[in-house]
C-alpha cells in the first residue's frame, strides 16, 4: 500500500488494533508491539484493503496475528496491567480486570462486541463460528462479571464506556507513526548495495542448519507421542514384543484385537444410537456416561438452552463433580464448547460430506474442584448421495497415557496399515467388509474415526483435511 494511505488508517483504526491485540495476548507490550507489526505488513504490500471494509480486514488480520503468537509460545507471561493501562474511575479499572481474567474465548467477544461495537453476527464471520456460540459466549462472560463486581445494566453501560480510554499510549501511537513514515527512505536504500545479498548468505545457510536441526529435534520428540495398536506378523510376535517391551501382562494377558467379520450398521441406526432425545434433555434421564470410569455415575441435569442449533445442559453430581453437555444440529457449533487442548478443523467435511442432523455432541467435565478432567466430541457425517457416512471421534483426558494399546495380526483384517496426515499425526488404519477405522492415540487424547464403504483414500483426504493438533 502507499504509506499515506498506511498512515491513514494507522490515523483512523491504531487504537482499535491495540485493543483487540490486549483482549487476546493481555499484554499491552505486545499490544504495542502488533499495531506496529500489523501497519508495517501494510506498508510492505502483498494485501488488498477493500474500500468500506478496512476495519473489519484490520480486525481479522489483527486476530490471525495474534493466534500465531500464542501458538509460538506455549507459556505466555503478561505484563501487569496496573503499570500500563490507567482508567479515571476506579470501577473503570476493576472491570477491566475482571474482563482481562475472562477465559480467551468470552473475552475476545466481549470485547469485540462492547469495546468494538461488533454485531453477534459480525463476531461470527471474525472467529469462524455460529451466531449462536458468540451469544452464548456472552452470556457466559456477563454472567462471571456480574457475579464479580455486579452492575446489572450499569455493567454494560461502563464495558461500551471503558474502550473511550482503552487507547495506544500518545508515546507508542508517535514512535509508531513516526517509524511508518521513515520506512519508505529506507526501503530505497537497500536495494542500491549490491554487497546485501553476499553478506546474507551466510545467514540464510545458518538459519537452513537451525531449521534443520529443530525438525530433527521434533522429528525425535514426535516419535514418541503415538500409542496407536501394533501390527504384527502373528500371534506369537504380539506376545514376544509385550515380553520384550517389559510388559508386567501375563502372555495370556496380551490383547489382541480383530473385525468380527460383519457389514457396517446401517446409518439410521448409527444415527438413532447418538441422536439427542428432546423428552430425555428436558426431563433429565439418561445422563449417565463420561470417558473415565470414575467419572460416568451422575445425580441431576439442570437444562440451560434448548436452541436445536447449540442445545446445553449442566449434569453434576453430590461430590461437586460437573458435566457441561452440548448437543447440535450442526457439529460445527459444538467447536467453541471444547477446551482448545485438540484442535481440529470440520470445513472440509461440511462442503464435501452431509452432517446427520442431532447426531452431534460434546461435553467437558470437570472434578469437585473445578479442575479439567476430560472431554469429548463427536460428530456424524454421510457421504451426499447416501453410499457411506463417516463419524468423527475426539476424547482427551488430563490423565496421560490411559490408551491401551493392542496388538493386530496382519492379515486378519482386509487393509491394515500407518498414515500420517499432512498435520504429522500418526493413524492405524483398518478396513475390512466394508468397515474402516482409523485411530490416533496420543499421551492425552484419541482421535477415531469409523465410517462405512469409504476407500483409502477417502479416509486419508479426511484425516488431512481436519489440521489437527493434539498436544502431547
Same mark, same amino acid.
Request: glycine content about 8%.
Given at each position: 500500500m502507499e504509506q499515506d494511505a498506511v498512515l491513514e488508517l494507522f490515523d483512523c483504526y491504531a487504537d482499535m488494533v491495540y485493543r483487540v491485540a490486549l483482549s487476546w495476548l493481555r499484554s499491552p507490550q505486545e499490544a504495542e508491539d502488533v499495531v506496529q507489526s500489523i501497519f508495517l505488513k501494510l506498508l510492505e504490500g502483498g494485501m488488498t484493503v477493500y474500500s468500506g471494509k478496512e476495519r473489519a480486514f484490520l480486525t481479522k488480520i489483527t486476530i490471525n496475528h495474534c493466534k500465531n503468537i500464542l501458538s509460538a509460545a506455549r507459556s505466555h507471561e503478561t505484563v501487569p496491567l496496573d503499570e500500563t493501562v490507567l482508567f479515571t474511575q476506579p470501577e473503570d479499572r476493576e472491570l477491566f480486570h475482571a474482563v482481562m481474567e475472562l477465559p480467551e474465548k468470552y473475552r475476545t467477544v466481549v470485547c469485540l462486541h462492547y469495546f468494538e461495537g461488533y454485531s453477534f453476527r459480525e463476531i461470527a464471520q471474525l472467529l469462524h463460528t455460529g451466531t449462536s456460540a458468540v451469544s452464548m459466549r456472552l452470556h457466559r462472560a456477563r454472567s462471571i462479571l456480574k457475579k464479580q463486581i455486579g452492575g446489572g445494566l450499569k455493567l454494560e453501560r461502563n464495558l461500551k464506556r471503558i474502550s473511550d480510554e482503552l487507547k495506544l499510549p500518545q508515546e507508542s501511537r508517535e514512535r509508531i507513526r513516526s517509524? =511508518?513514515?521513515?520506512?519508505?527512505?529506507?526501503?530505497?536504500?537497500?536495494?542500491?548495495?549490491?554487497?546485501?545479498?553476499?553478506?546474507?548468505?551466510?545467514?540464510?545457510?545458518?538459519?537452513?542448519?537451525?531449521?534443520?536441526?529443530?525438525?530433527?529435534?521434533?522429528? @525425535?520428540?514426535?516419535?514418541? =507421542?503415538?500409542?496407536?495398536?501394533?501390527?504384527?506378523?502373528?500371534?506369537? %510376535?504380539?506376545? #514376544?514384543?509385550?515380553?520384550?517391551?517389559?510388559?508386567? %501382562?501375563?502372555?495370556?494377558?496380551?490383547?489382541?484385537?480383530?473385525?468380527?467379520? #460383519?457389514? &457396517?450398521?446401517?446409518?439410521?441406526?448409527? @444415527?438413532?444410537?447418538?441422536?439427542?432425545?428432546? %423428552?430425555?434433555?428436558?426431563?433429565?434421564?439418561?445422563?449417565? !456416561?463420561?470417558?473415565? $470410569?470414575?467419572?460416568?455415575?451422575?445425580?441431576?441435569?439442570?437444562? =440451560?438452552? #434448548?436452541? &436445536?442449533?447449540?442445545?446445553?445442559?449442566?449434569?453434576?453430581? @453430590?461430590?461437586?463433580?460437573?458435566?457441561?453437555?452440548? +448437543?447440535?444440529?450442526? $457439529?460445527?457449533?459444538?467447536?467453541?464448547?471444547?477446551? !482448545?487442548?485438540?484442535?481440529?478443523?470440520?470445513?472440509?467435511?461440511?462442503?464435501?460430506?452431509?452432517?446427520? $442432523?442431532?447426531?452431534?455432541?460434546?461435553?467437558?467435565?470437570?472434578?469437585?474442584?473445578?479442575?479439567?478432567? #476430560?472431554?469429548?466430541?463427536?460428530?456424524?457425517?454421510?457421504? &451426499?448421495?447416501?453410499?457411506?457416512?463417516?463419524?468423527?471421534?475426539?476424547?482427551?483426558?488430563?490423565?496421560?497415557?490411559?490408551? !491401551?494399546?493392542?496388538?493386530?495380526? %496382519?492379515? *486378519?483384517?482386509? +487393509?491394515?496399515?500407518?498414515?500420517?496426515?499432512?498435520? !504429522?499425526?500418526?493413524?492405524?488404519?483398518?478396513?475390512?467388509?466394508?468397515?474402516?477405522?482409523?485411530?490416533?492415540?496420543?499421551?492425552?487424547? *484419541?482421535?477415531?474415526l469409523y465410517g462405512a464403504y469409504l476407500t483409502s483414500g477417502e479416509v486419508e483426504e479426511i484425516l488431512d483435511s481436519l489440521s489437527l493438533s493434539a498436544g502431547g
Open positions: 517509524h =511508518l513514515a521513515s520506512c519508505r527512505t529506507q526501503k530505497e536504500d537497500i536495494p542500491m548495495r549490491k554487497t546485501t545479498l553476499k553478506k546474507r548468505i551466510p545467514l540464510l545457510a545458518a538459519a537452513i542448519v537451525i531449521v534443520m536441526a529443530l525438525s530433527l529435534t521434533a522429528a @525425535a520428540t514426535v516419535a514418541d =507421542l503415538f500409542r496407536n495398536d501394533i501390527i504384527v506378523s502373528s500371534r506369537e %510376535d504380539a506376545f #514376544s514384543d509385550a515380553s520384550g517391551s517389559g510388559s508386567s %501382562d501375563a502372555p495370556g494377558a496380551v490383547a489382541i484385537t480383530g473385525p468380527n467379520g #460383519s457389514p &457396517p450398521s446401517p446409518l439410521e441406526e448409527i @444415527a438413532e444410537s447418538g441422536r439427542f432425545k428432546s %423428552d430425555d434433555w428436558e426431563t433429565g434421564e439418561r445422563i449417565g !456416561g463420561g470417558v473415565l $470410569p470414575d467419572y460416568t455415575e451422575w445425580d441431576s441435569a439442570e437444562v =440451560l438452552s #434448548s436452541e &436445536p442449533s447449540l442445545r446445553i445442559r449442566r449434569v453434576s453430581r @453430590a461430590d461437586g463433580a460437573e458435566k457441561m453437555e452440548y +448437543t447440535a444440529e450442526n $457439529p460445527a457449533n459444538l467447536l467453541d464448547t471444547l477446551t !482448545g487442548r485438540v484442535t481440529f478443523d470440520l470445513s472440509w467435511l461440511a462442503s464435501h460430506y452431509d452432517y446427520v $442432523p442431532d447426531a452431534n455432541q460434546a461435553f467437558v467435565v470437570t472434578d469437585a474442584e473445578g479442575g479439567y478432567v #476430560s472431554e469429548c466430541f463427536s460428530a456424524l457425517y454421510a457421504k &451426499p448421495d447416501g453410499s457411506g457416512y463417516v463419524r468423527l471421534d475426539v476424547d482427551n483426558i488430563a490423565q496421560a497415557d490411559y490408551w !491401551g494399546q493392542s496388538y493386530i495380526v %496382519d492379515g *486378519s483384517y482386509e +487393509t491394515a496399515y500407518y498414515y500420517t496426515s499432512s498435520d !504429522g499425526y500418526e493413524f492405524l488404519i483398518t478396513m475390512h467388509n466394508g468397515r474402516v477405522w482409523a485411530d490416533c492415540n496420543t499421551h492425552h487424547a *484419541s482421535i477415531s
